[in-house]
């Protein structure tokens, strides 16, 4: 029995050990907030979580904005993007 509470312990700690990238996002903007207060701070941690990485994948929103100038909707607009986005990963220089 005292094995199993060592071993539920020890793997309790494991799990909370990695931080999700919403967690670490959360973690990054809190520090960026330093000294705001209020609506200030209400304000920069809505737009800091809201914003999307800066290593998102090239062309993506070239192809999100195609895909909604052609009005394509659910199923359709995200295999437009898929194909899109392939496309662009194909023809770029490495």
């Not at 609506?39 to 070239?62: I, Q, T, V, Y």
């Amino acid at each position: 029995m005292k094995r199993f509470a060592i071993l539920l312990a020890c793997a309790i700690v494991a799990m909370g050990a990695q931080a999700t990238p919403q967690q670490d996002k959360m973690k990054t903007c809190n520090v960026e907030a330093k000294g705001k207060k209020g609506d200030e701070r209400k304000a920069f941690m809505k737009e800091c979580l809201a914003a999307k990485p800066a290593d998102a994948e090239p062309g993506s929103a070239a192809c999100e904005k195609s895909a909604a100038d052609k009005k394509l909707h659910g199923a359709a607009a995200k295999s437009h993007i898929k194909k899109c986005m392939a496309d662009a990963a194909a023809s770029a220089p490495k």
